[in-house]
């Protein structure tokens, strides 16, 4: 099993910058790709970006290229979303997710772990 804690979450204006952290703990050894998802009141859980654990390739929604970074601690197992430029329609509750196989993924079901998820509200 793997672990996932979010945190880094707040109330901010638009505009301004955060910076999410996804802690990983367990089987991290069987991770393969981490992932970034939102999801916004009254809709979908929707892809933000995703990376191999072990570096490489990423992967950005449109939505958010250019103004989300993801990056990774190796020492702390940790993966990173700096979030700059941000704009009310980022408001949601962000999740990290880990998946043992292989290939960057963007559907949510193709994640078998899952974070608790962290609030991120941008005022306008």
């Known amino acids: 099993q793997v672990q996932l804690v979010e945190s880094g979450g707040g109330l901010v204006q638009a505009g301004e910058s955060l910076r999410l952290s996804c802690a990983a703990s367990?089987?991290?050894?069987?991770?393969?790709?981490m992932g970034w998802f939102r999801q916004a009141p009254g809709k979908e859980r929707e892809f933000v970006v995703v990376?191999?654990?072990?570096?490489?390739?990423?992967y950005y929604a449109d939505s958010v290229k250019g103004r989300f970074t993801i990056s990774k601690d190796n020492a702390k197992n940790t993966v990173y979303l700096q979030m700059n430029s941000l704009k009310p329609d980022d408001t949601a509750v962000y999740y990290c997710?880990?998946?043992?196989?292989?290939?960057?993924?963007?559907?949510?079901?193709?994640?078998?772990?899952w974070g608790q998820g962290t609030q991120v509200i941008v005022s306008s």
């Open positions: 990376m191999y654990w072990r570096g490489g390739s990423t």
């Open positions: 997710a880990a998946e043992p196989r292989g290939q960057l993924r963007t559907t949510p079901r193709d994640y078998a772990y």
């Open positions: 367990g089987r991290t050894f069987s991770i393969n790709t």
